[in-house]
């Protein structure tokens, strides 16, 4: 019955315009009918449920039945979040200056939430540090964030009005990220993703890790906002093979900085796993996380935490020719079977 639930409130959610993306994704890879493609990606979704976007974007239309069982899907992993991550504990995550106030230690950098901060504040701080990240409170795959300059502003009234009436309302210090990071991308702050899962016993166990890159000229490094994705690899923290994007095209070099990913290593890495390990403690009503990690030169710190961690980045058909699930190394931590039984 759950199963035939989050299949009913995922069709009332589709978005026409992205299936028909999805299929013609497909097409150009297959040559299959599309109506063929359709009655397959509902066999799909029924039997694994992986959406219209788990079946493009993992190449689950060239898969065996066997495959598609190891694929953490849509479906899946919201079984995952439902049943690990507290609904009255997810505030911490989803609030941002409450996520900054609990992990003040680990964000490195100073902020200003303007739903309590007076005009008067927040001249203070536009004087003090220049530059700005504007962000609103709430929100996914860095949507409405900005970057701010004083010298581009009419004034500093016009701008506080401007941010609270737009919503907005955290401000943040511009993080300057490691030289080694930005020579791979010098427009964004480029995080570092890593996915740990807190298991029964309250051993935390890291299940993920990649490198989110922007390009183009964007400010943000989100994968869903253009950004690109590249694995990296747990041991040694270097950066292992391709880059791909939500669209399915790959890249062995950044297309703005020509530089090449695989092998490419990344500092503070024991640093980075040090410090996520030590968070993961913090909430422990939350014990699915995403972690969002800019690495400076001075080493890593939080950028943010998502309580819903997107499993879009985990499989990509570009950086997995093997057709290897995610899903046997998350039931390690975790089974999936004894999540309805908490």
């Known amino acids: 019955m759950n199963k035939l639930n989050y299949i009913f409130k995922s069709i ?15 097409i150009r890879a297959t040559g299959k009918n599309k109506f063929a493609i359709l009655f397959d990606m509902m066999v799909c979704g029924f039997r694994h ?8 974007i993992f190449g689950m239309y060239d898969m065996t039945e066997e495959q598609r069982a190891q694929i953490l899907t849509r479906g899946r992993n919201q079984a995952y ?13 989803e609030n941002k200056s409450e996520f900054m106030e609990l992990f003040a230690k680990e964000s490195g950098r100073e902020y200003l939430d303007l739903t309590n901060a007076t005009f008067d504040d927040f001249e203070a701080f536009f004087q003090k540090h220049g530059q700005m990240i504007a962000k609103p409170e709430a929100g996914l795959w860095g949507r409405d964030v900005e970057k701010l300059d004083p010298a581009e502003e009419d004034s500093a ?18 993080l300057e990220q490691h030289v080694a990071v930005d020579a791979l991308y010098a427009g964004s702050v480029n ?11 309250g051993k935390p166990h890291l299940l993920f890790a990649a490198m989110r890159l922007g390009r183009g000229g964007s400010v943000i490094d989100n994968f869903h906002s253009g950004g690109l994705i590249v694995p990296i690899d747990l041991k040694k923290g270097c950066l292992m093979g391709i880059a791909a994007n939500q669209d399915g095209e790959s890249f062995e070099i950044h297309p703005d900085s ?4 695989d092998g490419y290593f990344l500092p503070y890495w024991k640093e980075c796993l040090v410090m996520t390990s030590k968070a993961t403690q913090k909430v422990p009503g939350i014990r699915y996380v995403g972690w969002d990690i800019a690495i400076t030169p001075k080493g890593p710190v939080l950028v943010a935490g998502t309580p819903t961690p997107g499993h879009e980045i985990y499989q990509l058909v570009a950086q997995n020719p093997e057709k290897k699930g995610m899903l046997p190394l998350v039931e390690k931590a975790v089974p999936l079977a004894s999540l309805g039984k908490k």
């Open 49 to 56: 449920g992986g959406g219209y976007n788990d079946y493009a």
């Open 81 to 93: 979040i439902d049943g690990l991550n507290a609904p009255e504990d997810r505030h911490y995550f």
């Open 191 to 201: 995080t570092v993703r890593l996915v740990t899962m807190t298991d029964d016993n």
């Open 258 to 261: 020509g530089i090449k990913f």
């Open 157 to 174: 009234v016009a701008l506080y009005n401007r941010l609270k009436t737009g919503g907005q309302t955290l401000i943040e210090e511009v």
């Open 12 to 26: 009332l959610k589709i978005n026409t315009k992205e299936v028909d993306h999805r299929l013609d994704q497909v």
